[in-house]
């Protein structure tokens, strides 16, 4: 009996709670929360204490992060770009960019086409040496 | 014929910059103009060295000396100075003034910096490589560590020792 009359008055309740959720406007009463009263109260400081940044970071795979960054477009929409280009040599490092690259894009043309020749997909230039690639991994 | 290559843009560098080649071997085409500019230099210092031995002799005995490219102490004079020029600058840097233009540098097969040892033994071997029509060079375009016959002498190994990707990254900031 008991159980029964805890059961109606818990269906009672959700019932009221439910009515008076949808009589409320959540949004006109945010408006009237004062956030920053609200984050004056809030001690930043000691909630940052209490995180454990090694912790966090060791489950994130910043790899993996890095990967989805598009540093190209990152490059032409921010500032960084005029960073870059401000520590730049000038304009005999621009041609020298300009002659390195062209040289290595027909080192790529030939390296393609040797590789279509011999029937072997070609995955980009070889390399390091063992030496470079300690030096690397250190 | 860049573009097959796979450039991304009509005027810019290759996709494969995307990544940085520093470390990587390098290909034939950056060796093969390095190395143009690098006669064209060591032929450039010694005609102007003639020039200027011919000047000296002119001024203090008044007398002109004949040269003739054929003349056979002319050739071993070359050939002197085209060995120090090469070996020294191995030996010293890695890199001659033609590697140096086109981003390239001479190490050892284990990726060390290239000894004065490895680096006249590799001036000596240079020769080799151009026998029986230049034989000695197909090893840079069918070999997975793009060594030439004096790379494989010597002990030695071409890299590219440019930041690749830096340079895209200032193509791409100017726009």
């Known amino acids: ?138 | 014929m860049t573009a097959s290559a796979g450039d991304d843009t009509p005027s810019g560098p290759p996709a494969v910059i995307r990544e940085s080649l520093q470390g990587k071997y390098s290909g034939f085409a950056s060796r093969f103009t390095a190395f143009v500019v690098d006669v064209g230099v060591s032929l450039g210092v010694f005609m102007l060295a003639l020039a200027a031995i011919w000047f000296a002799a002119r001024v203090l005995t008044g007398q002109d000396i004949a040269w003739h490219k054929g003349d056979i102490w002319v050739i071993i004079a070359y050939a002197v100075w085209a060995f120090i020029y090469f070996a020294y600058s191995w030996a010293a840097s890695g890199r001659t003034a033609g590697m140096a233009l086109f981003g390239v540098r001479v190490v050892r097969d284990d990726g060390t910096d290239a000894s004065g040892r490895r680096a006249v033994v590799r001036t000596l071997a240079l020769p080799l490589s151009f026998l029986f029509l230049g034989l000695g060079f197909v090893g840079i375009l069918l070999g997975d560590r793009r060594r030439a016959l004096h790379d494989v002498i010597a002990g030695t190994a071409v890299i590219y020792s440019w930041d690749a990707r830096a340079a895209r990254l200032r193509f791409l900031s100017r726009g």
């Open chain 1, 1 to 138: 009996m008991v159980t029964r009359r805890e059961a109606l008055a818990q269906a009672v309740t959700e019932r009221a709670v439910e009515l008076v959720v949808s009589a409320l406007d959540v949004n006109a009463l945010l408006d009237e929360v004062d956030l920053n009263a609200v984050l004056d109260q809030v001690d930043i400081n000691r909630v940052l204490d209490r995180i454990d940044l090694d912790r966090l970071l060791s489950r994130m795979d910043l790899n993996a992060i890095v990967q989805h960054i598009d540093f190209d477009s990152l490059v032409e929409q921010t500032d960084l770009g005029a960073i870059i280009a401000a520590s730049s040599s000038g304009v005999a490092g621009e041609a020298l960019d300009a002659v390195r690259s062209q040289t290595v894009g027909l080192d790529e043309f030939i390296a393609r086409w040797i590789g279509r020749l011999r029937r072997r997909p070609y995955t980009g230039p070889p390399g390091p040496p063992d030496g470079l690639q300690t030096k690397a991994g250190t």
